[in-house]
């Protein structure tokens, strides 16, 4: 039987990214949608001709749901969860799963003591650079990484809730699981501390639109992450390695292979010439942030039981708990330990 599913929250990312996967996987049935807004109920029912609700909670009481997937503002992530929990609903959860990390333990809490499965979206993690990223670090391309940098730069303006603080807005929410937990994942590390600054630039709101943190692994790898404003687009990845270098612009990616030469005689900084480097590009292929289709087809396992899901709650609770670290450290400026 397919999975009874419900959207909490029809507009853009409801509407599409999340709608459109499980309306063409027959693993899903799309039971109800619930959404404060007339006009996105109507589009609803027009699409799909199931109920629709302005009130989740009704729809709790109503309808028989197997997965909730809750796309509505970072403020009301926590609460909507937990509630669909303790109904005995699963919960897909969108980025960022919480504001904070003790809403994030409220969700665990609430999933452990109801028993259904809290399934956080953190889409980056099946990003092709990401994974690419990955086959040429388990192959030593660059050597030992020390340090990776990664980046998301824009210079344009938005004027919608992320602007504000009392509904949970701001860059450091709205990109922070898509640029901080790949470089972790990337290295298979554990962030040991966190130095970070925000920023308001060019936003309305009170807001930042702009984050910088410094993570330091417990390995010692340095990991640079950064959502800035910039007229013209960053480098979304540097990988620095002692035997070379991996630079990715959007999908370019050029990898520069080289072993730094040693003196023969080391007063002599003339004779430290390496052999010419080796490079290598290549364009990455593929969705950048996960391709939704591909994820949903792992919710539907995970809802089966066929096999578990690959991102776990506590997972999500350790990109809440950087984000918060950026946070405080900004605010007190003061490196955090985690």
Known sequence: MPIRTAIIGYGRNGSSMHAGPIEKNDAFAMTAVCDIAPERRKQAVERFKCPVYEDYKEMLRKEKIELAVVVTRNDQHAAMACDCLRAGVNVLVTKPQAVNADEARSMIAAAKETGRRLLPWLPARWGSDLHRLGELLRDEAVGKVFVVRRVVSSFATRCDWQTEKRYGGGYLLNWGAHIVDPPVVL????????????????????????????????????????????ADPLPSWVI???????????????????????PKDPTRFSTM???????LEE???????????????????????EKPYPVTPEA???????????????????????
Do not use: C, H, W
């Open 187 to 230: 290295l298979a590390g554990k962030v040991k501390s966190v130095f970070g600054r925000m920023k308001q630039v060019i936003n309305p709101g009170d807001v930042e639109d702009l984050f910088f943190g410094v993570l330091v692994l417990e390995d010692e790898t340095i990991v640079q992450v950064e959502y800035t404003i910039s």
């Open 240 to 262: 620095q390695g002692d035997r070379g270098l991996i630079v990715v612009n959007g999908r370019n990616l050029k990898l520069i292979k080289q072993t730094p030469a040693r």
């Open 273 to 279: 010439q390496a052999k010419p480097a080796e490079v």
């Open 283 to 305: 364009t990455v292929e593929g969705a950048l942030y996960g391709d939704e289709f591909a994820i949903y087809r792992e919710i539907g396992a995970a809802i089966r039981g």
């Open 316 to 338: 999500a609770l350790d990109v809440s708990r950087v984000l918060d670290a950026i946070k405080v450290s900004s605010a007190e400026n003061r490196v955090v330990m985690l």
